[in-house]
């Protein structure tokens, strides 16, 4: 293990948490994972190209971008339909310098601006199973591997310098990773009325340490951890607490009913009243070392978000207005948005360009440049984009074939 710990050392950026956790704890982890990607074409000639409206071949749109029927689909991870995401996009018109792992039915090292993909030669990920990337550099980097069979075991890969993928340790069936981007934790749950705690400890070795009852942990920054607690699944309320990972002992109890939606660069995000009343739906933040607990209005729900490497930036999904057509054949939901919000000045953008499905999660990750790349799921394919405020549209770049096990993962990446 003490070459794991010296490897861990290497990491840069976090990815996102597997969809494990979320599983067992029955109240949805929020992951990053971050998507495999998949992408139209990559033409880089200087002069930029009109968009490409590419949901599927046969799907009509109106002039905002919305469906005029029902969403289309495709066969995707599993045996199951996937719903596309309406994307509007052009090849890149400038270097970004964008390089990134990707999960899915491989492991994959894609370079952005050249559409070049490079994959992991290992035999690790098998037929059937699928990589959730979690951080990387790739240097070394983590990632778990599962299948359609849920009940199949899982296990923590590590890629190392060499690009070659190696088993580090099976992974119980209660058990979830979790990393900052530094370190790499093994989170347990409560299994049944016997086993009523979860615990917490170092991959690279140390003390297991019991969480407090009732608490299941959904991100990690530094020692402290952060997630749901409930004492009494009988009673109310839900707290979104805070405990210290070195002693599980409770640090501080945020607030109560509400959701979580990020973590990262020492801060901690949560919306409260969304789902009671949109024009009483807010965006709480706060540092994980303390202080005072700020809040701001959301025009609509959000979920799902991640946090740039400098702290001042989130992005999230954002439920699409609601309007008549909205509500389309078999999907009463609203479609979601892309939302990215500075933190400094409160301006709130909608990515052009994208719509997806409800329900639908991407992967979504900042460079340190203050690129906002994003993963969707396309049956068959990954489509990879990048933005940032002032582009009309998302670059995108070509296109990676391979099914994912949604949501996809990736993790940027300095090289």
């Known amino acids: 293990m003490g070459g794991v710990e010296r490897d861990q050392e290497e990491l840069l950026e976090v990815g996102n948490a597997s969809r494990r956790g979320r599983r067992i704890a029955g109240w949805g982890l929020i992951l990053l994972a971050v998507l495999t990607l998949i992408v139209l074409r990559a033409s880089t000639g200087p002069a930029p190209t009109p968009p490409n409206t590419t949901p599927s071949e046969l799907i009509s749109v109106i002039p905002d971008g919305r469906a005029a029927s029902p969403w289309p689909t495709t066969p995707g991870a599993c045996g199951a339909d996937v719903l596309l995401p309406i994307v509007s996009s052009t090849p890149p018109a400038e270097r970004t310098g964008i390089q990134v792992l990707l999960g899915g039915d491989r492991l994959r090292l894609v370079d952005f601006d050249s559409g070049r993909t490079t994959t992991l030669p290992d035999e690790v990920v098998r037929p059937g199973e699928y990589a959730a990337v979690l951080a990387g550099d790739p240097i070394t980097a983590y990632a778990t591997t599962g299948s359609c069979d849920e009940a199949a075991p899982y296990a923590m890969l590590r890629v190392g310098v060499d690009h070659q993928v190696s088993v580090i340790r099976p992974l119980g069936p209660t058990e979830s990773p979790l990393t900052d981007g530094n370190h790499l934790w093994i989170a347990s749950f409560a299994s049944d009325i016997d086993n009523p705690y979860g615990t917490i400890a170092p991959l690279a070795g140390g003390q297991r340490v019991r969480l407090p009852l009732g608490f299941y942990a959904s991100a990690i920054v530094g020692d402290t951890v952060v997630g749901l607690m409930?004492?009494?699944?009988?009673?109310?309320?839900?707290?979104?607490?805070?405990?210290?990972?070195?002693?599980?002992?409770?640090?501080?109890?945020?607030?109560?009913?509400?959701?979580?939606?990020?973590?990262?660069?020492?801060?901690?995000?949560?919306?409260?009243?969304?789902?009671?009343?949109?024009?009483?739906?807010?965006?709480?933040?706060?540092?994980?070392?303390?202080?005072k607990t700020t809040a701001s209005p959301l025009p609509?729900?959000?979920?799902?978000?991640?946090?740039?490497?400098?702290?001042?930036?989130?992005?999230?999904?954002?439920?699409?207005?609601?309007?008549?057509?909205?509500?389309?054949?078999?999907?009463?939901?609203?479609?979601?948005?892309?939302?990215?919000?500075?933190?400094?000045?409160?301006?709130?953008?909608?990515?052009?360009?994208?719509?997806?499905?409800?329900?639908?999660?991407?992967?979504?990750?900042?460079?340190?440049?203050?690129?906002?790349?994003?993963?969707?799921?396309?049956?068959?394919?990954?489509?990879?984009?990048?933005?940032?405020?002032?582009?009309?549209?998302?670059?995108?770049?070509?296109?990676?074939?391979?099914?994912?096990?949604?949501?996809?993962?990736?993790v940027v990446t300095s090289h």
């Open 300 to 410: 609509r729900p959000a979920c799902c978000g991640v946090v740039s490497p400098d702290g001042k930036t989130l992005a999230f999904l954002l439920d699409h207005p609601s309007t008549s057509d909205s509500d389309l054949e078999g999907h009463p939901l609203p479609p979601l948005d892309i939302a990215t919000l500075q933190l400094d000045t409160g301006r709130l953008e909608i990515v052009p360009g994208i719509e997806l499905p409800a329900k639908f999660q991407p992967a979504l990750a900042f460079t340190k440049e203050d690129w906002l790349v994003i993963a969707l799921d396309a049956g068959s394919r990954t489509r990879l984009l990048a933005w940032h405020p002032g582009l009309r549209h998302a670059y995108e770049t070509a296109a990676l074939p391979g099914v994912v096990h949604p949501p996809p993962t990736l």
């Open 230 to 291: 409930q004492p009494d699944p009988g009673i109310s309320p839900t707290w979104l607490a805070l405990v210290d990972a070195r002693t599980g002992r409770l640090q501080a109890k945020l607030d109560q009913h509400v959701a979580p939606l990020a973590t990262g660069a020492g801060q901690v995000f949560w919306t409260s009243g969304c789902h009671d009343d949109p024009s009483s739906c807010t965006l709480h933040r706060r540092a994980i070392a303390g202080g």
